[in-house]
């Protein structure tokens, strides 16, 4: 979708006919104008606009920056309000502020995509566990195609849950119970050099932090225990689903940081893994 900015109606086009306000508003298009103007100039990164440049806009000099933010904050949730995602922001109230990349339209599009397909490979039936991941747009639902790829032999799918929700990633000890150290070595080891090639971007750092701070700021659900006790118990279960591969699964959800019905997802990855292991024994007995 392009977006186009208009200086006779003063306002964002979205489609030839179709502009994103009902009305002009001069210093809501001004500063619009400038975030087009970031976006288009300025390479990846740069396009971040403080409230110390809107500062400097014609309409916008001399206004406080309490004011600013307070005003822009304000805009966006009316743009938030038309369902067009078209404004990112790092702080709501105090900025910087950037156009968006993709059109949240088209994110969430690709994104419910990819979650169906994902979910006609584990199986159609298995949208009924896993309905409300893909609704909520959560990543339960790869973490199961993961699994199922790890078991198969594809050991870097773990990158993906390490990196993301990190806790699950017990269910690495699925391979050392089955003593597949060549698993465990390509898991850590495509973790660990994702970080590396691209640490220098400078954002590994903030999630570190962002980990630390996670008992403040995530609200978790806790039905069955706290985490430290879900996390050794989850532990466990993953080791014994060497013998009794359904289990890894299971391992995994208890072990989720937080216990929500969109964890559900996780367990669609039991009937695949569970033909898995039934190839397994075929081939050994063969």
């Known amino acids: 979708m392009k977006l186009l900015v208009s200086l006779q109606k003063r306002d964002i086009m979205l489609k030839p006919k179709r502009s994103l306000f009902p009305r002009k508003h001069a210093m809501r298009f001004e500063w619009l104008a400038l975030l087009a103007y970031a976006r288009k100039t300025q390479g990846p990164d740069g396009e971040w606009v403080s409230i110390e440049e809107i500062q400097k806009l014609p309409l916008w000099r001399g206004k406080a920056k309490e004011h600013i933010g307070t005003n822009v904050g304000r805009y966006i949730q009316k743009i938030d309000k038309s369902r067009v995602k078209l404004v990112e922001a790092q702080t709501l109230w105090r900025g910087p502020y950037r156009l968006r990349l993709l059109p949240w339209e088209v994110f969430i599009a690709v994104w419910t995509a990819l979650h169906l397909a994902a979910i006609a490979w584990l199986g159609p039936w298995t949208i009924l566990i896993a309905y409300d991941d893909v609704i909520r747009g959560n990543v339960s639902t790869f973490f199961a195609v993961g699994v199922v790829l790890a078991v198969r032999g594809q050991a870097w799918t773990w990158a993906a849950v390490l990196l993301t929700k990190v806790t699950p990633g017990v269910g690495i000890l699925y391979h050392v119970g089955r003593r597949e150290w060549r698993a465990v070595v390509v898991a850590l080891g495509t973790t660990l050099g994702l970080v590396a090639l691209t640490w220098p971007l400078g954002l590994w750092p903030e999630w570190i ?3 630390r701070q996670a008992p403040d700021n995530y609200m978790t659900v806790d039905v069955l225990a706290p985490l ?18 359904w289990l890894l699964p299971v391992g995994m959800l208890v072990a989720m940081p937080g216990l929500w019905p969109s964890s559900l997802a996780i367990l669609a990855a039991i009937p695949l893994l569970r033909r898995a292991g039934t190839d397994r024994v075929a081939r050994s007995v063969g």
């Open 228 to 245: 430290p006790v879900r996390l050794a118990v989850g532990a466990l279960l993953c080791v014994m689903a060497a013998r009794w591969i």
């Open 209 to 211: 932090a962002s980990l």
